[in-house]
């Protein structure tokens, strides 16, 4: 699966990667990290390691749904043949 970011989420994405670089490696390189570097940059990173960091989060939701899933029959419980149980006449108090 083709992972794509929206038009803002991409802008956003690319001025992050050129703030990061300025302020982490522009002291080690004399050229700066520009807009289409950090696009392609962006690109690499979203094809290359963005489908682990999707798989995972498509295990950790299977994991949350499946606990759901499981949990159904105890949210959802109603007990059979109590009609006569709930008419029983209550004993009296004693004091």
Known sequence: ???ELSKEDRAL???SLERYFKEHFA???EQRLGNIQAGALLNFFLEEVGPCVYNQA???VQDRL???VSE???ECHAD???YWQR???KPPNKR
């Open 58 to 60: 498509v295990a950790d």
């Open 87 to 89: 008419r029983a006449p």
């Open 66 to 68: 499946q606990l759901r």
């Open 13 to 15: 994405a690319i001025t």
């Open 1 to 3: 699966m083709e992972i």
């Open 27 to 29: 002291e080690h390189f």
């Open 72 to 74: 159904v029959d105890i």
């Open 80 to 82: 059979s043949f109590g």
